[in-house]
């Protein structure tokens, strides 16, 4: 059997649909058959559509389109440090907790720093690097935890809720899905018994962010809008940090929506995202989380790509400045423009989009869906612009 990546994507979907039929394939995903034998056929695949096929396959669009191979598609090191995460998250979960070799745990000035350091490698983009510094982070923090005095735990867990979090979203970006719920339940806990609305309240986005990854897409809706919900009657009245969280929670409602082709949904959850945006007047970061105007409109970009109103996206991203973006959300906001230049036909433009951001960051690019969907629109444009995308993801060059 050859390379995963070498497939076609239409091989892949034979190979993961095994031996359901293509009308089997279209019922479970809501498709029409026609639609299912062109995606076999190496035609034209919108993202909804891969979606909708990634969750009836119970696999990822990352897998469909070869830059993952089932189960596992990741470096060496990305496996290493998921290794240790995932030992690390099950270990102090279960109360396994090693005494560090030499000198006394860190105290809480430490570990508000490493916990600062831990979240600006995250924002980057550079999420293998972000899970190295996760798993000490946590054991330190479970150390710390199991040490302070009764009366005083609040701290301890909101630190907890933090690390759990953080290794819940980097899991999820991995494609370790197992390990993302499970993190995410963990920091959910913690983030109770630290009674912090501004954590609960940020829980309920990143756990809409794995259902979203996982296909789970109503289910995203659905906790992204009760998580806003629950958060809603008091926010005005905690300070900026929540309504941030208040922010994020009803902008991952409108991603949702927007991949469920909710298009008057979607924009009512937009128009609400802006609202609390234009409240905070400035983007708001906190603890891994970000939301305010720049980070409202670079959702909108992807939002209005979701929706089919590609002239909408591209108008968007040209109004406002993305300097306030962390390196992340403004690589995602690229991959958003460059599909809206695919959708206007802009082939060569769109590929030029995508360079820019794939050849400034390929370790993120790699695990990224959209790069696949781009290259496989738009083989017929500049192949040398193929040539180089394929080089840097590690995936075969799809040329017309």
Not at 1 to 18: A, C, H, I, P
Not at 65 to 72: D, E, H, S, V, Y
Not at 73 to 96: F, I, K, Q, W
Not at 378 to 399: D, E
Request: proline letters at 4%; aromatic letters at 6%.
């Amino acid at each position: 059997m050859g390379q995963w990546q070498d497939f076609t994507t239409g091989e892949r979907l034979k190979v993961l649909r095994g031996k359901m039929t293509q009308g089997g394939l279209a019922e479970r995903s809501g498709l029409s058959l026609h639609t299912v034998q062109k995606a076999e056929q190496n035609g034209n695949v919108s993202l909804p559509t891969l979606l909708r096929l990634a969750e009836a396959l119970h696999s990822d669009v990352a897998v469909i389109l070869g830059q993952q191979a089932p189960r596992r598609g990741m470096s060496p090191d990305d496996r290493a440090m998921l290794r240790e995460l995932s030992r690390t998250v099950h270990d102090t979960a279960a109360g396994v907790l090693h005494d560090p070799a030499e000198g006394a745990a860190p105290g809480p000035a430490d570990l508000a720093e490493a916990a600062a350091r831990m979240w600006r490698v995250y924002w980057r983009g550079a999420y293998t690097d972000a899970g190295v510094l996760v798993a000490p982070f946590l054991r330190s923090v479970a150390l710390f935890a199991q040490a302070t005095p009764a009366g005083q735990e609040a701290a301890a867990n909101a630190l907890l809720s933090d690390a759990y979090r953080a290794a819940g979203l980097i899991a999820n970006f991995l494609g370790a899905r197992d390990l993302a719920y499970a993190a995410i339940g963990h920091a959910i806990r913690y983030a109770e018994l630290a009674a912090d609305p501004v954590r609960v309240s940020m829980l309920g986005s990143a756990r809409a962010r794995v259902l979203l990854r996982d296909a789970r897409v109503e289910q995203a809706l659905r906790e992204a809008e009760a998580a806003a919900a629950r958060t809603e009657p008091t926010f005005s009245e905690q300070g900026s940090s929540l309504l941030a969280a208040y922010g994020k929670n009803i902008i991952f409602a409108a991603v949702a929506a927007s991949r469920l082709g909710d298009s008057a949904r979607a924009a009512d959850l937009l128009s609400q995202a802006h609202a609390v945006a234009a409240r905070l007047g400035r983007d708001v970061y906190t603890n891994g989380l970000q939301f305010g105007p720049s980070y409202a409109d670079a959702q909108a970009v992807g939002v209005n790509v979701s929706l089919g109103n590609a002239g909408r996206a591209l108008e968007i991203s040209r109004r406002f400045d993305p300097s306030g973006l962390t390196q992340a959300a403004h690589n995602r906001m690229l991959l958003d423009v460059a599909l809206a230049q695919c959708d206007v036909r802009q082939w060569d433009t769109s590929l030029d989009t995508l360079l820019e951001v794939c050849s400034s960051h390929p370790e993120w690019s790699r695990h990224q869906a959209i790069p696949g969907v781009i290259i496989q629109r738009a083989g017929h444009a500049s192949t040398s612009r193929i040539r180089k995308l394929s080089a840097i993801l590690g995936t075969s060059p799809t040329v017309r």
